[in-house]
């Protein structure tokens, strides 16, 4: 056998009860260091866990808070528009039906005698005694008579005309309240 061998086995004959108690020494000290660090550790990931979990929170809380405002003042400017669209479309029935009314006067002057224009020309020969004929205009006014047809196509022509006007200008006015309210954008006159 090995001298060494020898040595190691005598040595452990002589000091087997110190030597085993060593041993449980040193696995006891490492088990107890392991068993506190892990200690230490979790409590560690504990407290930055909860300082973690307390940050996302708080910015969870602004971030709602936020949208519930956002949402509110959408909801208040959709609203807004609806009231400005509503107010405009009142408007704008009230005046195409002021022109229908304009236009339907017209029809019923031209279905009772025809519409006639002034005109520059001569002027036929002045009657003072005539009383005026038509509510403004005297009998030595120059004018020409319409043909039904032709003062028929002029109303049409003028009613939509009037009719495309007045749709334009509410659209203008429509489109002046979104850019302002909507966008914040003043326009050019304020």
Partial sequence: ????????????KRNAKGLIVGVVAIAAVAYSYY????????????????EYEEKIRVINEAHATSLTKANANAAKLT??????????????????ARGKELSNKLRDLNSRGGLSIPT????PPSDSSSPTSVAGTSKTEARA???PEASSTLIDLVERGD???????ELVDFYEK??????????SEG
């Fill in 1 to 12: 056998m090995p001298l060494i061998t020898t040595f190691v086995l005598s040595f452990l």
């Fill in 35 to 50: 068993y506190v660090g892990q200690w230490f550790a979790t409590s560690a990931t504990k407290a930055v866990k909860q």
């Fill in 79 to 96: 609203e807004q528009h609806k009231l400005s669209l509503a107010a405009l479309e009142k408007t704008l029935d009230k005046e195409l």
């Fill in 120 to 123: 520059k020309g001569c002027k």
């Fill in 145 to 147: 008579e319409l043909t």
């Fill in 163 to 169: 009719e495309a006007i007045i749709k334009l200008n």
């Fill in 178 to 187: 979104v850019r302002i309210k909507g966008c914040g954008v003043p326009t």
